[in-house]
């Protein structure tokens, strides 16, 4: 099986990439970090990767609105980076880095000709505050996305304060008849509603893909759950499985997304 490499994306304020490299190296794959001034400067080491990764935190403190200045920075390397998406490679951005796809346009790019052109936006929470908290997800059993592929409901922690999924009719539609609304927020038994939508994104959405599936932005951490004691109910989960009888696993649900990644390249 082919290992593929993998590019954390760092500096100016992002802040999760031990856990990000952690998780590629979990699930199989080599991993570096990679500060974004080399990656403007060196843009031709995207030629060395199979898998380019914007974590998250709060790059330049968020001041010009959470991933803009990244995502202005990056227009830069605009000709690479579309190379780089050409390819059969995966791209993923976790929070901050998913508002930096979506600033940049990469998320959704409903077409190849909206590509680098946003047609949506990541908004402040209705509730007025930054969100921390464990969510259950639901991973869409039809969308194409390669990185939720066969997850069906899991959970893993939010932190964010600017979370709610927006954009128009026309293109909330197209993600929905494309299959890319891949992760909606949903309570344990998978069902979606208004009570379990933490930051009020329209569809409670969670997570999107591009058309292709392999381009993934979500604004949940899945690095925060890639070990089963992680989870902040731990021991109450462990005493349930044992009184059935059931396994206690070694790792968390968040793992599978990168599993699914290396999968890919096998």
Same mark, same amino acid.
Not at 151 to 160: C, F, M, N, P
Not at 199 to 204: E, K, L, V, Y
């Given at each position: 099986?082919?290992?593929?490499?993998?590019?954390?994306?760092?500096?100016?304020?992002?802040?999760?990439?031990?856990?990000?490299?952690?998780?590629?190296?979990?699930?199989?794959?080599?991993?570096?970090?990679?500060?974004?001034?080399?990656?403007?400067?060196?843009?031709?080491?995207?030629?060395?990767?199979?898998?380019?990764?914007?974590?998250?935190?709060?790059?330049?403190? @968020?001041?010009?609105? %959470?991933?803009?200045?990244?995502? =202005?920075?990056? $227009? !830069?390397? *605009?000709?690479?980076?579309?190379?780089?998406?050409?390819?059969?490679?995966?791209?993923?951005?976790?929070?901050?880095?998913?508002?930096?796809?979506?600033?940049?346009?990469?998320?959704?790019?409903?077409?190849?000709?909206?590509?680098?052109?946003?047609?949506?936006?990541?908004?402040?929470?209705?509730?007025?505050?930054?969100?921390?908290?464990?969510?259950?997800?639901?991973?869409?059993?039809?969308?194409?996305?390669?990185?939720?592929?066969?997850?069906?409901?899991?959970?893993?922690?939010?932190?964010?304060?600017?979370?709610?999924?927006?954009?128009?009719?026309?293109?909330?539609?197209?993600?929905?008849?494309?299959?890319?609304?891949?992760?909606?927020?949903?309570?344990? @038994?998978?069902?979606? %509603?208004?009570?379990?939508?933490? =930051?009020?994104? $329209? !569809?409670? *959405?969670?997570?999107?893909?591009?058309?292709?599936?392999?381009?993934?932005?979500?604004?949940?951490?899945?690095?925060?759950?890639?070990?089963?004691?992680?989870?902040?109910?731990?021991?109450?989960?462990?005493?349930?499985?044992?009184?059935?009888?059931?396994?206690?696993?070694?790792?968390?649900?968040?793992?599978?997304?990168?599993?699914?990644?290396?999968?890919?390249?096998?």
């Amino acid at each position: 099986m082919p290992t593929p490499h993998a590019l954390i994306i760092t500096g100016y304020g992002f802040n999760c990439d031990p856990e990000t490299l952690h998780a590629y190296q979990l699930a199989g794959a080599t991993a570096q970090r990679l500060h974004l001034n080399q990656l403007i400067t060196h843009p031709e080491v995207l030629d060395t990767a199979q898998i380019l990764t914007f974590q998250g935190g709060f790059s330049y403190g @968020d001041d010009t609105g %959470s991933g803009r200045g990244v995502a =202005n920075r990056l $227009r !830069q390397i *605009i000709p690479h980076l579309d190379q780089f998406f050409q390819r059969d490679t995966l791209t993923l951005g976790v929070c901050n880095g998913f508002q930096v796809l979506t600033n940049l346009g990469v998320l959704p790019a409903t077409t190849t000709d909206h590509r680098f052109t946003p047609q949506g936006a990541l908004l402040r929470n209705q509730s007025h505050t930054y969100q921390c908290q464990w969510v259950h997800l639901r991973s869409a059993p039809d969308s194409p996305c390669v990185w939720t592929q066969n997850l069906g409901v899991w959970s893993t922690g939010i932190a964010h304060g600017e979370g709610q999924w927006y954009c128009p009719d026309d293109v909330l539609h197209t993600l929905q008849s494309q299959g890319q609304i891949a992760l909606q927020y949903c309570n344990a @038994d998978g069902e979606v %509603s208004p009570q379990t939508n933490p =930051n009020g994104s $329209r !569809q409670s *959405i969670a997570g999107i893909c591009d058309p292709t599936g392999r381009i993934f932005g979500l604004m949940p951490h899945p690095e925060r759950h890639l070990h089963f004691t992680n989870h902040p109910q731990h021991t109450a989960r462990r005493l349930a499985l044992q009184a059935t009888g059931q396994p206690v696993p070694t790792f968390g649900e968040g793992r599978g997304i990168f599993d699914n990644a290396v999968r890919y390249f096998s």
